[in-house]
């Protein structure tokens, strides 16, 4: 089946298809985490004693006891195989954005050639997965293969339904035999520890007596695109870059926001109401769903959970999106741009840091500028973005994200904060020394006696933030869709960590000279304000004119490509700022700088290798084939003495051969070789990517000449209207 043929059929099966047969109702009660093995169901299996110091592990953050690995590994693989699993998994996360697993079986085989069911405390502490196979940045060479997975007791283990099966998830960090961290996992923790240390010493100077665990937490929100999967088979460059790299815009897009909030189309709510019952299983609190702007575009959001277990569920997310989708006969896309000329997808990281004794430290409460305690902590915040800026943005450099930064769906590459009336105000005030009122929320009457008033904030939201406070967290918003929430969940808890250290150094120094509390807190935070208020900026993040301001009034970068951003893991600050926090070394960071720019030239590799042959061997020949019905019609007419209209033949041919030449002299930059990583991103950037956009031009150009019925691609209209 070639050109349109395929195409029609995949419209027959896409309207003519059964819908899955629904489900009887749930409770969500009945089925909320039971597949994981929480402190519930320890509690219910586990001695006494070992209970206890696993819950204190969890709650408290005191150190594993081993001892008692042995104890919970038994109880684990009895409820594992009550719930029909036979394997078990170590989960981990290689620096990928993606998701890597080991299984094993219960199985022993005995003496007597007879076996038994057998999980060790040793097993569940420690596996061995191939350490030099994964993305490493040269800390494992090819022929040192030895790496270990580690158990993190504080992310709880869980069951995994399949229509294959069930299988024990165990999940854990990823380390060398050198012991240097291969994963997402390790830095998280290390940061949360960080940032924890930092925290209780600033809690503990403003006159606190009792200070528990302090942890960041995280609610990230997941846009995504689900495209039937009868049009994907049919797109390679769906299939293998997650995007479209060819596709004319169909005539209507996004234009009259009807797709936004909107009624959920019914197959896709079926889909939804399938992941939400398997998220719910699993104990991930998914809260929201709806249409997003662009047509074919959704989101899920959870409630916030702590930040280690967040990072941990929304790898899930993700896991159970692609999985449930493939039933439902969709292929779910996490490309941050899957679709040229409407919005991309995003994955806004919701973060804010507190404890149980103090509650959550981003809180302004009803008088922000009387609560000592929420300046601090927003002033660090403030100081950590303008100081470490650049990192933030290193920290969502992707190629597949730099489609989508800047453009009127998301923010720029510029890193700013975004505070809201009230709060500029207040820290107005602060850097004139003198701290006197907040506005207050209001109450906003609508003029009609059956409608209630409504309470109206004290400050307003702006979606063309990069970082933005939204009431009492701030809100990462250039995060990608397709990335883990742990690289800039690092990030965060590392720069507010290394504020916070400076802070509480300084509010010594000034108790030091006999200030009292609110005077030295007053003071060091107009100090933050004089050398880092330049990063607040609550207008329009769009404008031209903010981006020349941003850069040549405020001094802030603008990194607009991964290959301007990554370079900033190799400057000596960053090192500095990951060393005296402990939460990477200076081999570790390598490695990721290394790691993150090997997967950005991949990526447009792959994209430019896919971009020539599909110009060559789908869109080349179908454009050929019409070219020949079309001027041996032109010809036949001729002959019969008609003067038929010659032009678009001529364009057509014109057309193809500037995409043939197009394609070939990308081909040819193909071959460039480069031994120096900078250089070759920037090769990347400013070289490959401009020359895949001209071949797209003349591709997109033949779409819009090229019969429908010739047209081998499913096309925008079909990918994103047809459910």
Known sequence: MSGNAARV???????????????????????????????SKMQARLPKAVFKSIKNTIVTGQKLDASVADAVATAMKDW?????????????????????????????????????SEFSGKVLVQGEPDGSSFPNGGIRDTFEA??????DVTSPAYIMETDNGSTLCIPTVFVSWTGEALDKKVPLLR???????????????????????????CGAEQEYFLVDANFAAQRPDLLLAGRTLFGRPSAKGQEFDDHYFGAIPERVQVFMQDVEETLYKLGIPAKTRHNEVAPGQFEIAPFFEAANVASDHQQLIMTVLKQTAKKHGFMCLLHEKPFAGINGSGKHVNWSVGNATQGNLLDPGDSPHDNAQFLVFCGAVIRGVHKYGPLMRAAIATASNDHRLGANEAPPAIMSVYLGTQLEEVFEQIKTGTVTESKQKGIMDLGVDVLPYLTKDAGDRNRTSPFAFTGNRFEFRAVGASQSVSGPLIVLNTILADSLDWIGNRLESELAKGLDLNTAILTVLKEVMEEHGNVIFGGNGYSEEWHREAVEKRGLANLPTTADALPVLKEEYIEDLFKKTGVLTPVELESRFEVYAEQYILSIEVEAKLAVSIAKTIIYPAAVEYLAKLSGTIASLSGLGIDFEKESARKIAELTSSLVGAATQLSEALEHESSDTVEHLQYCAKTLRPLMDNVRTYADALEAEVADSFWPLPTYQEMLFIK
């Open 9 to 39: 059929n995949a419209v027959h099966q896409i309207t003519n298809r059964e819908p899955l047969p629904s489900k009887p109702p749930i409770s969500l009660e009945a089925i909320w985490a039971e597949n994981v093995f929480d402190l």
């Open 80 to 116: 594992a195989m009550s719930k029909g699993a036979l394997y078990y998994a170590h989960v981990f996360y290689p620096m990928t954005n993606v998701t890597a697993e080991k299984h094993d079986g219960f199985i022993s085989v005995q003496g007597d050639g007879k076996v038994i």
């Open 191 to 217: 940061s949360i520890a960080a940032m924890d240390k930092a925290a209780r010493k600033v809690l503990t100077l403003l006159g606190n007596t009792e200070v528990s665990q302090v942890n960041s937490s």
């Open 146 to 151: 030895r790496g270990y997975t580690g158990w």
